[in-house]
T-cell receptor, first 113, second 112 residues
């Protein structure tokens, strides 16, 4: 079975500062994918960034980057130059080849002006 | 319409009612999913359809019945629900071989 753990129920960051959200996962598979999704108050789940487990290079999307530590089964999200629009619930997820995507419990991010 | 749409956006129903949730994807994908998001619980995968065939059930109660008539449409038929079934139901789609799932805005369901 695969599990995803987000140990930070809530985080806050000052506008323009950097914040890191933590995620660990547990799987016995060697081939899988990892995602960060953002869910603003509108409840729409929006893909932030994805990482293929076979790639050693950390994924980056503009102000969003990940620190993927495969041996430690850690997949943290770094948000640089935080903006007010970044305020949302952030979910970490893992996906195996069988279409079974598992989500963490989420981290609520508050951005202070 | 673009992306993944869901109707209705909000639904209130009694325990004896029968209702259906609809999902439509405009992305040309061939896999669709139903998820349940309850308060203070991680998203739970309910059903997966890949190439219009159901491939995942996850032991969902029979009062939830999915239907996938074609690769663009997905329904979730509801009957004799319980108050604990109140939740946000999210639909997603993806392309087989490309793992990213794209979500709809969800249907907020309240069972009285």
């Amino acid at each position: 079975a695969q599990t995803v753990t987000q140990s930070q129920p809530e985080m806050s960051v000052q506008e323009a500062e950097t914040v890191t959200l933590s995620c660990t996962y547990d799987t016995s598979e060697s081939d899988y994918y990892l995602f960060w999704y953002k869910q603003p108050p509108s409840r729409q789940m929006i893909l932030v960034i994805r990482q293929e487990a076979y790639k050693q290079q950390n994924a980056t999307e503009n102000r969003f980057s990940v620190n993927f530590q495969k041996a430690a089964k850690s997949f943290s999200l770094k948000i640089s130059d935080s903006q007010l629009g970044d305020a949302a619930m952030y979910f970490c997820a893992s996906l195996l080849n069988n279409n079974d995507m598992r989500f963490g419990a989420g981290t609520r991010l508050t951005v202070k002006p | 319409e673009t992306g993944v749409t869901q109707t209705p956006r909000h639904l209130v129903m009694g325990m004896t009612n029968k209702k259906s949730l609809k999902c439509e994807q405009h992305l040309g994908h061939n896999a669709m999913y139903w998820y349940k998001q309850s308060a203070k619980k991680p998203l739970e995968l309910m059903f997966v359809y890949s190439l219009e065939e159901r491939v995942e059930n996850n032991s969902v109660p029979s009062r939830f019945s999915p239907e996938c008539p074609n690769s663009s449409h997905l329904f979730l038929h509801l009957h004799t629900l319980q108050p604990e079934d109140s939740a946000l139901y999210l639909c997603a789609s993806s392309q087989v071989g490309e793992e990213t799932q794209y979500f709809g805005p969800g249907t907020r369901l309240l069972v009285l």
